[in-house]
């Protein structure tokens, strides 16, 4: 049985949008152990989330509870083929009240695809493209059946600044996060036209300081800041989250695309 608060999940504020509300959600992060994803499950267990499904490879020091939402984890590797139909089996047969899912977990390899010994970062980027691109895309695809049954449901895909502008160093990385961003854009338009009660989002962080971004660039925003702001984007029912630096990149993109790209190449 649905639980019946879903049914008051959005309400109207003062900015005359319908803000998406979490109290009493059953909420599936991937990627959520550590880094952008833990911060997600602080943040949507503040504003009274029932409960949070981690995916991911190790749970590390995750605790049972964060405040009064019970988190649970679900061991799957999303970079293997079958992690996303996995993952959707035990969703379906042990969490049906989730009704919300952030496609967070994703890796950045650094790679020169022009090098003779190129050939030899290849499975790495098969890994990379699996986890960061095909397993978002089918988890959504497995779980929309379930989705849709609740009155109030959401999808939101985490890309990259570097969907707008790629790096040189992390061709494959900066290719799927703009894949991703496309895909999701594709929905929200699909959504809109035949299931109302489905909002699509895209967040676009900018550099975070994360385990996967140590020892690189400067100027990077904490995981609990890019957390507080896609979730506040979700309220707020933005279906583009631009996060930090990300909004003066974009605005650079509109006025000298030429200049976005010089300024991203070396990331």
Known sequence: MLNPSFGSSAVHTEEGLHAMQFRGRTICITGGSRGIGRALCHEFAQLGAAAIVVAGRSRGDLPDMIGSTLV????????????????????????????????????????????????????????????????????GLYLMPLLLRHRHAAICNITSGLALAPKQSSPVYCATKAGLGSYTRALRYQAGSRAANLKIFEALPPLVDTDMTRGRGRGKITPEDCARQIVQGMQRDRPIIDVGKTRLLRAIMRVSPRLGYGIMRNG
């Open 72 to 139: 649970n984890f679900i061991s799957v590797d999303l970079a293997e083929p079958d992690g996303a139909r996995m993952l959707a089996h035990v969703l379906i047969a042990e969490h049906p009240d989730c009704s919300v899912l952030v496609n967070n977990a994703g890796q950045q390899v650094l790679g020169d695809c022009v090098a003779p010994d190129a050939e030899e970062i290849a499975s790495a980027f098969e890994s990379e493209i699996q986890l960061n691109f095909t397993s978002p895309v089918l988890l």
